[in-house]
């Protein structure tokens, strides 16, 4: 069974950074969907026969590299990100990146370069009122890779025990990393963070269409069958690991001696 601790980061931390008004949305599909999408090495994750397509959107706030200082303009922004959940051959759990939307440039190119992460450059917006939490975002230059996301939380604290509680609910949050395919191989990068407060929350409105230009066509014309919302929590990545590979071993030449004529 999974676990909402993540596990030590086994190294130190290259970044920090804290996320806040996340958003969770996500829709059962078959495995064999997803499986085109998967880096060398790794296979989609599953639980009860099914995986899952994520619709994650949040605040990312106080980001500092290297134990350095906050990073006030550049390390603050919206991000809305279409992701899988991942499982490699030495049994290590993530989540895979389709797209991450980001509102500041310089960000967007840095992750492309150290990562290979498809990061993409958005015009976006988050904003909370009447109790509801409101997200938008068009890509630059491709107007149909835009989301209009709007969720209720719900406040409810015998609901939000049954989330914690919940293997679904631990599956889809507690990740702990994510695989890339970056310069040909692929990298393992560890995030460690305290348990996420999952609470509830009931989808308001979604007009989406990050969904279609990741790969799945029509996904969002049905209602997702998990949301979910949780205020804050602050992370720390580890530098990339690349999956153990076995050497095989070279095969021998035998030479045989020719025969005399």
Same mark, same amino acid.
């Given at each position: 069974?999974m676990?909402?601790e993540?596990?030590?980061?086994?190294?130190?931390?290259?970044l920090?950074?804290?996320?806040?008004?996340v958003?969770?949305?996500?829709w059962?599909?078959?495995?064999?969907?997803?499986?085109?999408?998967?880096?060398?090495?790794?296979?989609?994750?599953?639980?009860g026969?099914?995986?899952?397509?994520?619709?994650i959107?949040?605040?990312?706030?106080?980001?500092?590299?290297?134990?350095g200082p906050?990073?006030p303009w550049l390390?603050?922004?919206?991000?809305?990100n279409?992701?899988l959940y991942?499982?490699?051959?030495q049994?290590?759990?993530? &989540?895979?990146?389709?797209s *991450?939307? +980001?509102?500041?440039?310089?960000?967007? $190119?840095? /992750?492309?370069? !150290? #990562?290979?992460?498809?990061?993409?450059?958005a015009?976006?917006?988050?904003?909370?009122?009447?109790?509801?939490?409101?997200?938008?975002?068009q890509?630059?230059g491709?107007?149909?890779?835009?989301?209009?996301?709007?969720?209720?939380?719900?406040d409810?604290? &015998?609901?939000?025990?049954a *989330?914690? +509680?919940d293997?679904?609910?631990t599956? $889809?949050t /507690?990740?702990? !990393? #994510?695989?890339?395919?970056?310069?040909?191989?692929?990298?393992?990068?560890?995030?460690?963070?305290?348990?996420?407060p999952?609470q509830?929350?009931?989808?308001?409105y979604?007009?989406?269409?990050?969904?279609?230009?990741?790969?799945?066509?029509?996904?969002?014309?049905?209602?997702?069958d998990?949301?979910?919302y949780?205020?804050?929590?602050?992370?720390e990545f580890?530098?990339?690991?690349?999956?153990?590979r076995?050497?095989?071993?070279?095969a021998?030449?035998?030479?045989?001696?020719?025969?005399?004529?």
């Open positions: 069974m676990s909402s993540a596990p030590l980061l086994g190294s130190p931390a290259i920090r950074q804290r996320w806040s008004e958003t969770f949305l996500h059962r599909v078959d495995p064999s969907l997803v499986e085109p999408f998967m880096p060398a090495g790794c296979r989609p994750d599953t639980i026969g099914s995986t899952w397509v994520g619709l959107a949040f605040q990312m706030s106080r980001s500092s590299f290297f134990g906050r990073i390390g603050d922004f919206p991000e809305v279409v992701r991942s499982i490699d051959d049994g290590r759990r993530g &989540v895979v990146f389709l *991450l939307e +980001a509102s500041h440039l310089i960000p967007v $190119l840095t /992750a492309q370069a !150290a #990562f290979s992460l498809p990061y993409r450059w015009s976006m917006q988050i904003g909370q009122r009447d109790g509801q939490v409101a997200y938008k975002t890509r630059h491709q107007p149909d890779a835009a989301s209009h996301i709007i969720v209720r939380p719900i409810d604290p &015998v609901a939000s025990v *989330l914690a +509680a293997p679904v609910a599956f $889809l /507690a990740r702990w !990393a #994510f695989h890339e395919t970056h310069r040909g191989a692929t990298i393992y990068c560890r995030n460690h963070h305290e348990p996420w999952l509830p929350a009931e989808l308001v979604l007009d989406d269409g990050l969904l279609a230009a990741a790969g799945f066509e029509g996904l969002a014309d049905r209602a997702p998990s949301v979910m949780a205020t804050q929590v602050s992370t580890a530098s990339p690991q690349r999956p153990i076995v050497r095989q071993p070279r021998r030449t035998i030479w045989v001696p020719a025969r005399s004529s």
